[in-house]
């Protein structure tokens, strides 16, 4: 009986043990006698006044002490440790210090590469992306493994330049993309609904917008991001660089922004009152907390020299209206600035408001989490079979068709098929995630996915690793050689293009390119090309060779990623994603990767579908199916949009969107209506762009801009009508070289597919 008394004592230890380690941190227990009256604790009051009070009992060490993304507890006043930094890019993940896989939850969904998701031009897809991404950060805390619930996602820079190794985690190039991904992602992951205007209360989790702004430069030819000095237009910082931050505060109501490392014509973005302040908080309204990327305020003395001593670094981001360092500097440097009287502590109080009011807004000083409106949310919903079966519809709907000569795919389901599977990508589970993610919930690779369809599958690597310095070329071709068809899996992974890791050319690493051509040549039929790749790839030799018959870019495909690639190789899905950048020619590497200019003059030929004037291996929009769309504006569409004001010129080159206002701006929204039919045997997910061009492009003027984008689901023959609202304030304007946006009369065409409706406009 002893010895079954003592067993028992300590089994009930420990369990009480596992108990208390798993409880989420929170502020304010109604069991701790002596906090539960402090007037921050009282739900009752709004959170600017409870925030006051907090601020007001905090000594000033105390206070320092929260300026860092590494927040340590408070014990006097019952406030837990915070760590402000996590990573939920396409997938709660570990990457951050805030998150831990090492519970009850050991994994989360994995979805695809943003760069990719995007490619489905599918806005209600990325908010349930992001509703998943929401629910699993807060069962994570609710079982105790998350120290924070400040997510430092999504990354909403405009992908620039296919060089840069981060653009894989971005939406793309265009700015009316990556502002649509921006708030459905942000409002998925809050809580708030996919029209906006649900969130009064509580945030699910916290989303935060970066990296503001214009950067998209981690390191070339000897500068790096932490020197860089992006000088930008004010026509380029209005209508390319800054509309996705915009669309993220004002509409997506982000609770967080991400100050970037470099200069913005000469300026720290994170020493910017300007940015930060004027134009984020009091120009678009942004009410939340502004974190600085890690030791991004360090660099502003130590490397770019802007400030002369680390004091002044400090002085001058508080000063600027930014909240939280990744990083320890202000927790070294804020007291002196302090004590020699650089910096007031009306700063500091300023900055602590914020940061208490975003962890308010998570209920994290309303007592046990376990009553919140978050509370019940359990490790059952992580890697559920609901957002798994989410992770493959992202795969499905993002991978790319770039060409599919007569008909290649999909192959013939047969049972006497033999296959042969190639390539150093074909069987890489962590190549298919990308990078900034977690342990996915399972993974299965090309190989795997295409093994179950056919039993003889023979598999090659082809490439000592996808760097793909020295090839086994003779082995592969023998096996091409023996085999009904070819599947050869390439492209690029984390070694080629990364954080921190810039390309140096656009062509395909290696031998990667003599293994396709000496493969194709021995194949028995043409053979299929699968890229995975977050930039783009010159694969201009694939594209112009009859050999090659079907390409398609998968991008980083996420968990679910070879299943995907798998079934549109064999036809159980329709493949309709569309490329969300420009693939250009590898001559494209002569333009500096530091010039940020977007439009085109002498000797430049421009950046982005919207500017860019040169030769492309594949447009932006860019993407076939196994069905075939046609599309039709109905006649009844309207081709004329007046916008005489009685105050206004009527020769005027433009009008000023200022000088129209709001309420004229709604009022003189129009109605486009595409009709599109499936005219394919197979149904299919299909993605409708709806351009803008002009008859007769001004200086400054976009080639053609993206005004709308939806995506319908047609079966075979049927067909659908697609609604496009449009406001001209909005859609129909251009920034001139003031950086003011204007509206420019004369003729227009919108544009769908092959298919084009004239539309003037008067003012």
């Known amino acids: 009986m002893g010895l079954l008394h003592t067993l028992s004592l300590i089994t009930l230890l420990i369990l009480l043990h596992t108990t208390e380690s798993t409880q989420p941190p929170f502020s304010c227990d109604s069991s701790n006698p002596s906090t539960k009256f402090f007037p921050f604790c009282k739900t009752s009051l709004p959170i600017k006044i409870r925030v006051h009070d907090l601020v007001s009992r905090l000594t000033l060490d105390e206070k320092i002490s929260q300026l860092v993304n590494t927040a340590p507890s408070i014990p006097r006043l019952g406030i837990p440790a915070y760590q402000w930094w996590s990573e939920a890019l396409h997938g709660v993940a570990n990457v951050g210090p805030g998150i831990h896989f090492n519970g009850p939850i050991h ?33 994570v805390y609710n079982a105790g493994q998350a120290e924070g619930m400040t997510f430092w996602a999504p990354n909403i820079n405009i992908f620039r330049d296919p060089r840069w190794g981060r653009g894989q985690e971005t939406p793309g190039e265009d700015p009316l993309v990556t502002g649509k991904y921006a708030v459905a992602y942000v409002r998925g992951v809050q809580g708030d609904s996919f029209e906006g205007g649900k969130l009064k209360g509580h945030l699910q989790a916290s989303a935060c917008c970066k990296h503001f702004t214009a950067y998209d430069l981690d390191d070339w030819n000897g500068v790096n991001r932490f020197i860089f000095d992006a000088r930008v237009t004010v026509q380029d910082l209005a209508d390319t660089y800054q509309p996705p931050f915009q669309s993220c505060v004002e509409q997506g109501r982000a609770s967080g922004i991400m100050c970037a490392y470099n200069r913005v014509n000469g300026v720290p973005s994170c020493a910017d009152y300007n940015l930060l302040s004027e134009t984020a908080r009091r120009r678009w309204g942004f009410h939340g907390y502004i974190t600085s990327d890690c030791d991004a305020v360090s660099i502003i003395h130590d490397n770019q020299g802007y400030a002369k001593t680390p004091e002044d670094a400090v002085v001058d981001v508080l000063k600027a209206g930014m909240d939280v360092d990744c990083g320890s500097y202000l927790q070294n440097y804020t007291k ?46 992580v890697c559920s079979k609901d957002h798994q079966d989410l992770a493959l519809e992202a795969a499905r709907s993002g991978i790319v068709l770039l060409k599919n000569s007569d008909r290649l795919l999909p192959l013939p389901k047969k049972r006497s098929l033999s296959l042969a599977v190639i390539g150093p990508n074909a069987n890489s589970p962590q190549t298919l995630l990308g990078n900034y993610a ?30 793909c310095y020295s090839a086994a070329i003779d082995e592969a071709v023998k096996i091409a050689k023996g085999v009904d068809y070819v599947v050869l899996v390439l492209g690029l992974d984390q070694t080629q293009e990364r954080e921190g890791h810039d390309r140096v050319h656009l062509e395909l690493p290696g031998m990667q390119q003599e293994l396709i051509d000496r493969v194709a040549s021995a194949a028995k039929k043409p053979v299929v090309l699968v890229l995975l790749s977050g930039g783009p790839v010159d694969i201009s030799a694939a594209k112009n060779d009859k050999r090659i018959g079907s390409i398609l870019w998968a991008g980083y495909p996420g968990q679910a990623g070879g299943t995907a690639v798998a079934e549109i190789i064999f036809g159980d899905h329709n493949p309709g994603g569309r490329l969300p950048v420009t693939w250009y020619p590898r001559e494209y590497i002569k333009l500096p990767m530091t010039d940020m200019r977007m439009r085109a003059s002498s000797g430049y030929p421009g950046r982005t579908y919207r500017f860019y004037e040169g030769e492309k291996v594949f447009e932006f929009g860019y993407g076939l199916s196994y069905s075939n769309y046609v599309y039709e504006f109905p006649a009844v569409t309207q081709s004329m949009l007046q916008l005489n004001q009685s105050s206004a010129s009527q020769t005027a080159e433009y009008m000023l ?7 004229v701006c709604e009022r003189k929204k129009m109605s486009v209506n595409v009709r599109v039919k499936n005219e394919g045997e197979m149904a299919g997910k299909h993605s409708v762009l709806l351009f803008m061009r002009r008859k007769k492009p001004s200086h400054g003027s976009p080639v053609k801009e993206l005004v709308g984008f939806q995506s319908v689901n047609l079966k075979a023959g049927e067909r659908a009508e697609v609604e496009f ?36 406009i008067t003012i």
Not at 127 to 132: A, F
Not at 338 to 363: H, T, Y
Not at 443 to 466: E, M, R, W
């Open 107 to 139: 994994s989360a969904t994995s979805f695809p590469q943003v760069i990719l998701t995007a490619a489905s031009f599918d806005a209600r897809l990325w908010y349930r992306i992001g509703q998943v991404i929401g629910a699993e950060a807060r069962a």
């Open 336 to 381: 002196k600035a302090v004590e020699e009287k650089k910096l007031p502590q009306s700063e500091i109080d300023r900055a602590l408001r914020n940061l208490f009011s975003v962890r308010m807004r998570l209920g994290l000083f309303d007592g046990s989490p376990v009553r919140q409106p978050f509370g019940n949310i359990g490790p059952d919903k």
């Open 725 to 760: 609202v449009l406001n001209p304030c909005e859609h129909l304007s251009r920034a001139n070289e003031a950086g003011l946006m204007v509206i420019e009369p004369g003729s227009h065409f919108l544009v769908v597919g092959d298919v084009e409706l004239p539309l003037t």
């Open 657 to 663: 969107v200022s000088e129209l206002g709001k309420e």
């Open 438 to 467: 977690g342990p996915p919930c399972k993974s299965v690779t090309p190989l795997q996915a295409l093994q179950s369809y056919v039993k003889n599958t023979i598999f090659h690597q082809g490439c000592d690793a996808v760097s």
